[in-house]
Nanobody, 123 residues
Framework: QVQLVESGGGLVQAGGSLRLSCAAS????????MGWFRQAPGKEREFVAA????????SYADSVKGRFTISRDNAKNTVYLQMYSLRPEDTAVYYC????????????????WGQGTQVTVSS
């Protein structure tokens, strides 16, 4: 199995930035596509961004495109989500997830999940 631990969340004012990290252990990290999802109270978990095993292909939700950047460092077994121009509607628990090879945007297709990190954006 793959174990995932998110970090980097916190409280930030609208327009600010945060960088989330997800440290992976267990299986060979470089063979997995990685995704970021988020969930606010009373809402369904939604796709945010994903990156393939080699780091050369990325996908973003329309709501974050141009503001968020996903990246990975396979040598460090870590995936990142750099967030700029944060808005109150970005407030949620952010989760990282892993699956073999292919990028998908459906949460049920990911095999491993972290515990989440809270991001709160004040107006």
């Amino acid at each position: 199995q793959v174990q995932l631990v998110e970090s980097g969340g916190g409280l930030v004012q609208a327009g600010g930035s945060l960088r989330l990290s997800c440290a992976a252990s267990g299986r060979t990290f470089s063979n997995y596509a990685m995704g970021w999802f988020r969930q606010a109270p009373g809402k369904e978990r939604e796709f945010v961004a994903a990156i393939n095993w080699g780091g050369g292909i990325t996908s973003y939700a329309d709501s974050v495109k141009g503001r968020f950047t996903i990246s990975r460092d396979n040598a460090k077994n870590t995936v990142y989500l750099q967030m700029y121009s944060l808005r109150p509607e970005d407030t949620a628990v952010y989760y990282c997830a892993a699956r073999p090879y292919r990028i998908v945007v459906v949460s049920s297709q990911y095999d491993y999940w972290g515990q989440g990190t809270q991001v709160t954006v004040s107006s």
